[in-house]
Structures are given as C-alpha cells and as structure tokens.
C-alpha cells in the first residue's frame, strides 16, 4: 500500500512537471525577453466596436465615453451596442451616449456569442459590414485606457488579425475575492501572453478586450462560437486554423471583477464547465494539430483546457482515503497514514506556494499598474492562492451540473479618469 501511495504521488509530480514547467520558463521569457516594438500605421484602420450589454445601465456610459475619449480618429471607430434582452434602459442610455444600438431578444439562444453573431448580421443587413477593416469586442463594465485603440492598431497594422490585449482592473482593492481574479488576468497578461508574444506562438482571447480581422469574420460565416467560454472556444478553433493571436501590451483595459462569493461562484462555475465543454468539443483536434502542424501553440491550448485539477483532486482524495482508513485499522497501517496525510500535506502546500509565487512575481512587476494601497497588494499576495484552490469545489459542481450562461451584476460606474491620473 506504502509503494502504491508513492508510485501514485511519484507520477502526479512527474506528469505536473513534464506538462507544465513550459509556464515557468514563461516567467524567465516575459522578465529577461526583449519585448516586440510596433510601430504606427499612417493608414489608420476603420474599426466597429461591439458592446453586448444585458441590463448594463449602471455602467455603459462610462465605457462609451472612454471609447469616443481615445486618440485615434474619431470618425474611424463607430459604435454599436448591442441590447440584448435587456429589461431596463440600457438600450436608451447607450443611444443617448453616442452608440447605435441593436436591440435583441430571444428566450432559446442565451449568451454572448449569440449576441456578437447577431451584432454581425445586423451590419450585414444594413450594408455596413464591408465598411470596417476589424471588429472590436467589448463587456460593458470596461474601461478604455485613452492609447488602447491606437496601440491595438499598431499590432493590427503589423500583420496580426486576431489581437488581445492587457487586462487591469476596476475594483483590484474591494476585497480578496476581487483581487484573486484580478490578479490572475494580471498574471495572464504579463507572464503568459507576454511570453508567447516574445517567443512568437500564438496567444489566447480572455473574455473581453480583443480585436478580430474582417477577413476572420468572413471566413468563420460570422461568429460561430456558442459555448460557455466561447472566448477560449474561439481561440482554440483559431490554432488550430493556424491562426496566430497577436497581444498589444500596451493596450490597457480595465474591467470589474465580482466581488461577492456568490456573483464569482457563478461566473467561474461557468467557466469550468465551459472549459470542460471546450475540451470535449476541441481536445482531440487540438491534440492532432500539435504533431500534424507541429504546433507549440496547439500544446499550450490543450494544457490551458486540460482538466488538471481534477487529476490533482483524484491524487489528493485517494492519499485522504487512504489515510483514514490505515488510521482505523492495524497498528502497522498508521505508518501508511501518515505516509499518505504528509503526501497531502505536501501537495497542498506545494500548490500553495507555486501560485504565491505566480500572484508574488506579478504583484512585484505590475507594482504601479495595480490600483490598491500597498498593504492591500501584499495581503492578497497570500490569498490568491486560496481563491485558486475555491476553483476545486467549482470544478466538481461543473462536472455534475447543468449550467446556463447567467449575467454577473456589474455596478461599479467610474470613468477613465480615475485610473490615468
């Protein structure tokens, strides 16, 4: 039994290290790397801005007039808000902003992605389509650093046709539940789309904050993506069509993270099973496409996606059962238990102190982006880790639960001006 609990924890260590240390030489590449320079393109590009917004009264004004804020002409970046099922007055708010709106409803086809195909057809229908060189994408609680559009034109102009960008936050200093996500998109930003821009793969789409070609939009018949993170969906289908995701680091944006444990249960609950959905629906291409057109990319999207910590939870409940059940029998089995409990023991903390390290390093580096007192930055340093772990009750509820895509409340209304002073 001793030499089973050792083989087992022996291998999870093995597996964890072979798959994954690519992301801490990440590290090393985003810190010593030289960073990609663009520069600016003369024939600036014409743009739409898509806004899916349901009941977003609180906060759509704000992104609006950050957006009409920015320097980069003006008369080449139109506006359009789409209303989807909303029930309050959104929709008018918007329009009474500067933005064109599309009001959609439909009870069966619930979700973003829906409402960008929507978006999309009504250009189409209006004979406007043709007009835009890219399409930007958009949540309504965000905010538009006054260079964002100007920067993501620069990487555009380069050659890239799908483009994300640097994602801060609103609301870093509310409280831990805050922070642990804020945080982790810091993280994201800086030490894994960095390094894969450094390096030349392809980087990944988060949610919000990204800009597509025409020409992808045209190919793909639309936005053709209706998963529950179809965000990732969207990326994954991208590599595997060898199309390379570029990243403006300097294109900051700001969005608001949920800061009650309810409102980020449900959003990261989809988020599990939306990635559990991606996996059934794309991992077996993802993982052809790594030997088939020897992608490094294609790799790095099937360990995003890959359900890891599941297999971290199967290591950790098989050393707990183990040692509950020596502690109940023969004296001699005690030496398993606690064989199996500092197994335990030693995987928690190990996890606990990789990802203090990955929250630390990015706290460090990202000091003067981070808008908090000091002492709050350094005191969420220490409970990131414990927002990471609350992801293993979410992921076993995703596994067994019909989930739905459901809005997360967004109210705080600021301007840009708070965070460009």
Partial sequence: MRSFLDSVNLLLFIFFTVLYSYQLVYVFVSLFGKKKQFKSDKANKKYAVFIAARNERTVIAQLIESIKKQ???TELCDIYVIADNCTDDTADIAKSAGAAVFCRESKTHIGKGYALNFGFKKL??????SEYDGFFVFDADNLLDENYISEMNKVFSSGYKIVTS???SKNYDTNWISAGSSLWFLREAKYINSSRMILGTSCAISGTGFLVSREIIEKNRGWQYYLLTEDIEFSIDSVIKNEKIGYAADAMLYDEQPYTFRDSW???IRWAKGFFQVFSAYGGRLFRSIF????????DMLMTIMPAMMLTLIGAIINAVVAVYAVFNLPEMRLIALTAGVALFMTLFNFYAILYFFGLITTITE??????SAGKKIIYTFT???FIFTYIPISIAALFKKIEWKPIRHSIAKNI???QK
């Fill in 266 to 268: 449900n959003q990261r």
């Fill in 417 to 419: 001006e708070e965070f």
């Fill in 292 to 299: 088939k057109n020897r992608s490094f990319a294609s790799y």
């Fill in 166 to 168: 640097y994602r801060n």
């Fill in 384 to 386: 990131f880790p414990i």
């Fill in 124 to 129: 189409v229908e209006i004979g406007k389509f």
């Fill in 71 to 73: 320097k980069y002409p």
């Fill in 367 to 372: 000091w003067h982006k981070i808008n908090a």
